[in-house]
């Protein structure tokens, strides 16, 4: 079982960058896929970036490809958002996710990902 806790979201004008962070407790943080999604209010949650067990394998929503940039820190036990050239669309609560059995086809669909953070508020103002 892995515990997740997101940080680094806030209020942030349109151009500018954010790094979000996620903290997983637990053993074997190495072993889980990670993922970040994403939720706007009335919308659904949407996928927007995942990375493997050992980074070599990343996906991206066409929305923020280019943009974002996913990473891990397997020995800190974090995985990372890195988000450049915010837009005002890109305002959201960011949730991170993990699995272990996932396979990158799956990255997509939430209902592939069995643990899920709280969450944390990113806002851009334009």
């Known amino acids: 079982q892995v515990q997740l806790v997101e940080s680094g979201g806030g209020l942030v004008q349109a151009g500018t960058s954010l790094r979000l962070s996620c903290a997983g407790s637990g053993r074997s943080f190495s072993d889980y896929a990670m993922g970040w999604f994403r939720q706007a209010p009335g919308k659904e949650r949407e996928f927007v970036a995942a990375i493997n067990w050992n980074g070599d394998i990343t996906d991206y929503a066409d929305s923020v490809k280019g943009r974002f940039t996913i990473s891990r820190d397997n020995a800190k036990n974090t995985v990372y958002v890195q988000m450049n050239s915010l837009k005002s669309e890109d305002t959201a609560v960011y949730y991170c996710?993990?699995?272990?059995?996932?396979?990158?086809?799956?990255?997509?669909?939430?209902?592939?990902?069995?643990?899920w953070g709280q969450g944390t508020q990113v806002t851009v103002s334009s």
């Open positions: 996710a993990a699995d272990r059995t996932i396979y990158k086809i799956n990255f997509h669909y939430t209902g592939h990902w069995h643990y």
